[in-house]
């Protein structure tokens, strides 16, 4: 059982940056792909970016590429997103998840959820 824990959420202008972090226990981080989804308000939820267990191969939502990364540093099992040139409709609850699947892009390929961490970009 692995458990995730998000951190770092909070009020953001339009055009600046956040980094989230996700902790996790209970596992060896490198044996997971790790990812970022959100949820907006009366939306489902949506992937975002996702990374290999190795940290190698990762892979981002046409809607956040080239604005925001993700990161691990598996000796310290946690995962960070990147966020940088927020816009107001980056506003949602962003949750992190492990899976088993190296490649996980669905909201079903996600073992484990955190509680998710609030993110809200507005002037």
């Known amino acids: 059982q692995v458990q995730v824990v998000e951190s770092g959420g909070g009020l953001v202008q339009p055009g600046g940056s956040l980094r989230l972090s996700c902790t996790t226990s209970?596992?060896?981080?490198?044996?997971?792909?790790m990812g970022w989804f959100r949820q907006a308000p009366g939306k489902e939820r949506e992937f975002v970016i996702t990374?290999?267990?190795?940290?190698?191969?990762?892979y981002a939502a046409d809607s956040v590429k080239g604005r925001f990364t993700i990161s691990r540093d598996n000796a310290k099992y946690t995962v960070y997103l990147q966020m940088n040139s927020l816009k107001p409709e980056d506003t949602a609850v962003y949750y992190c998840?492990?899976?088993?699947?190296?490649?996980?892009?669905?909201?079903?390929?996600?073992?484990?959820w955190g509680q998710g961490t609030q993110v809200t970009v507005s002037s």
């Open positions: 998840a492990a899976s088993s699947i190296s490649t996980m892009r669905r909201v079903r390929d996600a073992d484990y």
């Open positions: 209970g596992g060896d981080l490198s044996g997971y792909a």
């Open positions: 990374s290999a267990g190795s940290g190698l191969y990762t």
